[in-house]
């Protein structure tokens, strides 16, 4: 096989969910178009290359920089800030249409095993901008693993005292869930935290 | 989100194996080290771009072009045809080392139902190969599917008359596989076919 197209497969092979077999699937797939599909993917590539980088500010990925189009949109509120562990994460908030606050993306959780402390999550880029800018709300929407609950608890230790209003996302059922497949511990959270109509 | 991370998204959303989900998380893998996998990525996308094209004999993805290094290949025995349905299945074959002749690909098999008929599928460019060359023996190694075996009845029709010997892959028990949970189409097949020690 030529030495660029095995470059090519080994190269895709790498992305996240991908192994040797449909890594080659997909070059195949790519070179069966040549013309149309390589090139698209080609021009795609470049224009995220010379145009995407971080925010300065929240640290989303945008084509607007250094600051991004949320945070530079005045019809959002900037009063309330929500951090997330990653950009999906922000994402996926952004796909629900219902919130429209300010973000502040740590770029992963604490982890001891990992070696992430709070240096690497930029805790004290966030608690000083909390400080300037005086929001009315944190929302912490980290996950509801080990990881993220211990963030979350570290975090929320910093910003009480500076945040009037320091939230957490609501736990429990999730929408379409049958209770005979839920784990132990989501039932016992819903259990406790329910609520009258 | 920035319309070019949603090209790119999408992009990759269509290609084989992959959906909006998965492209999704390979965009943020690529740009989290954006200067490193992404620009990788554009390289290898350009350099295969730029020199890989199909092969005028037998149809191979090669760099060296217009004839593959298969073809070219002194080393290789010229007396020997292999007929394969796609590249990905002469890849396949070139994997086991254990095949030192030449190849022809079809580009797909004969199929009534998806309107793919001798015309698309070359078989008189192979027709007119084998007789300029005069093949000691033609191999057609096509799938073990109804449309793979139509096409292989119709190529054998056609070649018959014209080289020495026309043979096809063996049918039987694949290696490791357990009788239990073979199809009845493969056991019937493997018992008539049974051999001598």
Redo the contacts between chains.
């Keep these: ?5 095995d ?2 497969i080994k ?2 092979s790498f ?4 192994g040797e077999r ?1 890594a ?8 069966s178009q ?1 013309q149309t ?6 021009i ?6 010379s ?2 980088d971080k925010c300065r500010l929240c640290g989303n ?4 920089v250094p600051i991004c ?1 949320i945070c530079k949109n005045h019809n959002r509120d900037h009063q309330c800030l929500c951090v997330v562990e ?3 994460d922000l ?1 996926a908030i ?1 796909r629900t249409k219902s919130y429209n606050g300010m973000y502040f993306v740590l770029g992963g959780a604490l982890s001891a095993i990992d070696g992430v402390g709070p240096g690497e999550l930029r805790i004290n880029v966030l608690t000083q901008q909390c400080k300037d800018n005086g929001y009315a709300e944190v929302i912490l929407a980290l996950s509801s693993t080990l990881n993220g609950q211990t963030t979350t608890h570290y975090i929320r230790e910093h910003l009480t005292p500076i945040v009037p209003k320091v939230t957490e996302l609501a736990r429990g059922v999730p929408i379409g869930g049958e209770l005979d497949y839920l784990d132990d511990g989501t039932l016992i959270t819903a259990l406790i935290a329910r609520s009258g109509f």
Tied chains: 1, 2.
């Design positions: 096989m030529a030495p660029e197209i470059h090519l190269i895709f992305l996240p969910g991908l449909s080659r699937r997909i070059v195949l797939h790519l070179l040549k599909k390589m090139e698209s993917l080609l795609a590539v470049q224009q995220v290359l145009k995407v990925l945008d084509a607007s189009s990653n950009i999906s994402w952004e």
